[in-house]
């Protein structure tokens, strides 16, 4: 079973801060990686998708991955109260027959007004 | 817009029933995905389905099984309902386009079993 690895959290942050959440995989192979919030009682709602190394930035989103460390990062600029959340972090992997995303259990964020 | 149906938002069933969840996309998506989520767990891949009449196992089968006999429509059966399968049952698909495998997910069924 490939592991995606996430910090539970609660991850607090003041309003307007950076707040970081950050994401390890087991499977040295994988190529595609996203990262999804979920509100209370929602469903998941991609937010960003990444790709190769490096930086990929979108408004107050911007997505890190560094293949070779296994670890992939999303960083929230000028956090809002809106933005607390469990934060997912998904990974492209092969399951038993076929390609599917493996998802981490998320990281609860918070934002304090 | 990715647009994706579940059949209900709320369920309530017994014990031993046979439940269907359904799932219906208003595109010509190929792959389907059932998961359910469960606080402490997170999401868990049921089954998929690459296309019409095909079905692939996930990580926890057990318990349930999917039909899909048209392209647009993804059924996720359990068969003789227990209380342990009372989760958040979550549809998906993926887009088309390219390499891309980004997932889109439906809005989600609240079952409980008593």
């Known amino acids: 079973q490939k592991e995606v690895e996430q910090n539970s959290g609660p991850l607090s942050v003041p309003e307007g801060a950076i707040a970081s959440l950050n994401c390890t995989y087991s499977?040295?192979?994988?190529?595609?990686f996203f990262w999804y919030r979920q509100y209370s009682g929602k469903s998941p709602e991609l937010i960003m998708s990444i790709y190769s190394n490096g930086d990929k930035e979108d408004g107050r989103f911007t997505a890190q991955l560094n293949k070779a460390s296994q670890y992939v990062s999303l960083l929230i600029r000028d956090s809002q109260p809106s933005d607390s959340a469990t934060y997912l972090c998904?990974?492209?992997?092969?399951?038993?027959?076929?390609?599917?995303?493996?998802f981490g259990k998320g990281t609860s964020l918070l934002v304090t007004p | 817009d990715v647009k994706v149906t579940q059949s209900s938002r709320y369920l309530v069933k017994r014990t031993g029933e046979k439940v269907f969840l359904e799932c219906v996309q208003d595109?010509?998506?190929?792959?389907m995905f059932w998961y359910r989520q469960d606080p402490g767990l997170g999401l868990r891949l049921i089954y998929f389905?690459?296309?019409?009449?095909?079905?692939e196992k996930g990580d926890i089968p057990e318990g349930y099984s999917v039909s899909r006999e048209k392209k647009e429509r993804f059924s996720l059966i359990l068969e003789s309902a227990s209380t342990n399968q009372t989760s958040m049952y979550l549809c998906a698909l993926t887009s088309p386009s390219g390499r891309t495998y980004e997932q889109f997910f439906g809005p989600g069924t609240r079952l409980t079993v008593l």
């Open positions: 998904a990974v492209k992997g092969y399951i038993n027959s076929g390609y599917a995303l493996n």
């Open positions: 595109m010509d998506h190929e792959n």
């Open positions: 389905s690459y296309d019409v009449k095909m079905k």
């Open positions: 499977d040295r192979v994988s190529q595609s």
